[in-house]
């Protein structure tokens, strides 16, 4: 049932592959949380946005425009702990502690998110509504956190990933071969999330 909104299969493939090898170098440079990571960030959630939309997966390719704009805040934010910091950071990690508070609006996201996408979702036909909806709003709360430099981060970006690669194989056994980079990508994501789990917490300063 591969039925292409309106690329070929060829360009699916090459935009499918173009996003997961900028994501992968993101990947590297997230986990040494260096200030480049979200140049390479941007373009590589466009190519996403264009290839989720073209195989009715909405809500992802809403979710990649999130990253989009979430990465342009995250250079801004990054800039903004580095000049406020106060102190030599060379070689450290800048952190910020996890509030209770963000703690339970991202409980609140969850618990409220999850079923209202699902259902927009299954109206809307998607192909894979509560995966769709379950990785996208671990997704969104994950970036967040990730832009406010919380270590937390990583282990939403773990239990997202898993889900994603479900999705994804689901995806695949649908007829929607481009998306077998993306399996890849995510394994390759949750490998490096404990990669940065274990370098933050190593290399990380907190600045708050």
């Given amino acids: 049932m591969n039925e292409h909104l309106f690329l070929s299969d060829t360009g699916a493939e090459i935009l499918s592959y173009t996003s997961t090898v900028l994501f992968v170098v993101y990947l590297f440079l997230q986990v040494i949380k260096h200030k480049a990571m979200w140049n390479v960030y941007i373009p590589s959630c466009l190519a996403a946005v264009v290839t989720f939309l073209d195989s009715n997966t909405w809500a992802f390719a809403a979710l990649n425009v999130y990253y989009v704009i979430m990465g342009a805040i995250g250079i801004r934010n990054y800039r903004y702990v580095a000049e406020t910091a106060g102190e030599d950071t060379s070689g450290?990690?800048?952190l910020k502690k996890l509030p209770l508070r963000d703690v339970l609006i991202a409980l609140g996201l969850t618990v409220v998110g999850i079923p209202a996408l699902y259902f927009l979702l299954s109206?809307?036909?998607d192909h894979t509504p509560l995966l769709d909806?379950?990785?996208t709003t671990l997704s969104i709360i994950g970036t967040w956190w990730l832009t406010k430099s919380y270590i937390q981060q990583w282990w939403l970006w773990i239990i997202a990933d898993v889900f994603a690669i479900w999705m994804n194989l689901i995806l695949v056994?649908?007829?929607y071969r481009d998306k077998l980079p993306f399996i890849v990508m995510f394994v390759f994501c949750i490998i490096s999330s404990f990669v940065g789990?274990?370098?933050?917490?190593?290399?990380?300063t907190y600045v708050d």
């Fill in 173 to 175: 056994d649908l007829g």
């Fill in 133 to 135: 909806a379950v990785v």
């Fill in 92 to 94: 450290k990690i800048l």
């Fill in 123 to 125: 109206y809307l036909n």
């Fill in 197 to 204: 789990l274990v370098i933050w917490s190593r290399r990380g």
